[in-house]
């Protein structure tokens, strides 16, 4: 059985460009997918030549984009993954906020993954330099 754990990450970004980030093809595409179609409420995600398919449970801007895989969908699993968008008092920053689920073995692994997805996210919207 799989378990939730969320990531926070402050980001120096406008809500409305980090919404474009998590949730159309072209943002999705400069951080955490190699590929990405959008259609309607499904998503196909491609990492190397490898295919994962979701589906859009919901999504309001510049909120939140949630969605399930496919695999979970069609088991009628209450498991997803919603990114977050929170707005601070500072100026200009933005708390993003992931929520996912993971087997207990994998929690570091996948937590590590989504690091590795943040870091890249911040490199495309400009706020972190190599």
Same mark, same amino acid.
Not at 35 to 55: G, L, P, Q, R, Y
Not at 61 to 89: G, H, Q, R, S
């Given at each position: =059985?799989?378990?939730?754990?969320? $990531?926070?990450?402050?980001?120096?970004?406008?809500?409305?460009?980090?919404?474009?980030? *998590?949730?159309? %093809?072209?943002?999705?595409?400069? /951080?955490?997918? &190699?590929?990405?179609?959008?259609?309607?409420?499904?998503?196909?995600?491609?990492?190397?030549?490898?295919?994962?398919?979701?589906?859009? *449970?919901?999504?309001?801007?510049?909120?939140?984009?949630? +969605?399930?895989?496919?695999? &979970?969908?069609?088991?009628?699993?209450?498991?997803?993954? !919603? =990114?977050?968008?929170?707005?601070?008092?500072? &100026?200009?920053?933005?708390? +993003?906020?992931?929520?996912? +689920?993971?087997?207990? &073995?994998?929690? !570091?692994?996948? $937590?590590?993954? /989504? %690091?590795?997805? $943040? !870091?890249?996210?911040? #490199?495309?919207?400009?706020?972190? #330099?190599?």
């Amino acid at each position: =059985m799989k378990e939730p754990f969320e $990531i926070e990450v402050l980001l120096q970004v406008s809500p409305k460009l980090l919404y474009k980030f *998590i949730s159309t %093809e072209e943002g999705l595409t400069k /951080w955490f997918a &190699d590929k990405v179609n959008i259609n309607k409420d499904k998503i196909e995600f491609f990492w190397s030549k490898t295919k994962h398919e979701a589906i859009i *449970i919901s999504q309001k801007e510049p909120k939140y984009f949630k +969605f399930c895989w496919i695999e &979970d969908y069609n088991n009628a699993n209450n498991y997803y993954v !919603e =990114m977050n968008i929170l707005p601070t008092n500072q &100026d200009n920053f933005t708390l +993003f906020k992931i929520k996912d +689920f993971s087997e207990a &073995d994998e929690k !570091e692994a996948n $937590i590590l993954l /989504w %690091e590795t997805h $943040i !870091e890249q996210l911040k #490199r495309s919207l400009g706020i972190l #330099r190599n």
